[in-house]
T-cell receptor, first 119, second 110 residues
Framework: DAGVIQSPRHEVTEMGQEVTLRCKPI?????LFWYRQTMMRGLELLIY????????DSGMPEDRFSAKMPNASFSTLKIQPSEPRDSAVYFC?????????????????FGDGTRLSIL | KNEVEQSPQNLTAQEGEFITINCSYS?????LHWLQQHPGGGIVSLFM???GKKKHGRLIATINIQEKHSSLHITASHPRDSAVYIC????????????FGQGTRLTINP
């Protein structure tokens, strides 16, 4: 099992530039999550998808942020234009439900994260 | 007040000590997660529980739904246990959204 794969691992860019973060979930997982981690606010959910459809985007900070999931094996998080306060580690995670006597959930599997620095 | 509060924020102990990290939450939940984040940054799910107790190796997680409280215990702690431990709760009605505590930074000295 390859795990959740994120790219790039590190990104340094100047403010105003467009930033695209990529995520490949674990095969067979039908939930995909984008999180942001900062020293001040800790881990926060930005958006999550179920079967490629956005379910809850209430954590997306503003219109500069957008996320897409064109198919079950790929998602992007885009920031345009980027600002220094967007500097953070962005994690992607995937999960699924399992059934066995009663519906239950698998724990979320996290990617290694993308460390984003906006200068 | 945050929905999920962890204590302590920082904990330093000697190798071999018994460690307890606490998590209190203020909302109804369907499940509680304990996550581990190593200095390299990767996040690993340790436990997901909705009642009682779970054990994996030297790690034990307990939850008291009535008191809205969970604990993570580490027996015979080792320097490799040094990490940030994060509590997260999932709301009722099968919601997938996780709300995270601020984390507890654990340092185990040899």
């Amino acid at each position: 099992d390859a795990g959740v794969i994120q790219s790039p691992r590190h990104e340094v860019t100047e403010m105003g530039q467009e930033v695209t973060l990529r995520c490949k979930p674990i095969s067979g997982h039908d939930y995909l999550f984008w999180y942001r981690q900062t020293m001040m606010r800790g881990l926060e959910l930005l958006i999550y998808f179920n079967n490629n459809v956005p379910i809850d985007d209430s954590g997306m900070p503003e219109d500069r942020f957008s996320a897409k999931m064109p198919n079950a094996s790929f998602s992007t998080l885009k920031i345009q234009p980027s600002e220094p306060r967007d500097s953070a580690v962005y994690f992607c995670a995937s999960s699924t439900r399992v059934s066995g006597g009663g519906l239950d959930w698998q724990p979320q599997h996290f990617g290694d994260g993308t460390r984003l620095s906006i200068l | 007040k945050n929905e999920v509060e962890q204590s302590p924020q920082n904990l330093t102990a000697q190798e071999g000590e018994f460690i307890t990290i606490n998590c209190s939450y203020s909302v109804g939940i369907s499940a509680l997660h304990w996550l581990q984040q190593h200095p390299g940054g990767g996040i690993v799910s340790l436990f997901m529980l909705s009642s009682g107790k779970k054990k994996h190796g030297r790690l034990i997680a307990t939850i008291n739904i009535q008191e809205k409280h969970s604990s993570l215990h580490i027996t015979a702690s080792h320097p490799r246990d040094s990490a940030v431990y994060i509590c997260a709760v999932r709301g009722r009605q099968g919601a997938q959204k996780l709300v995270f505590g601020q984390g507890t930074r654990l340092t185990i000295n040899p």
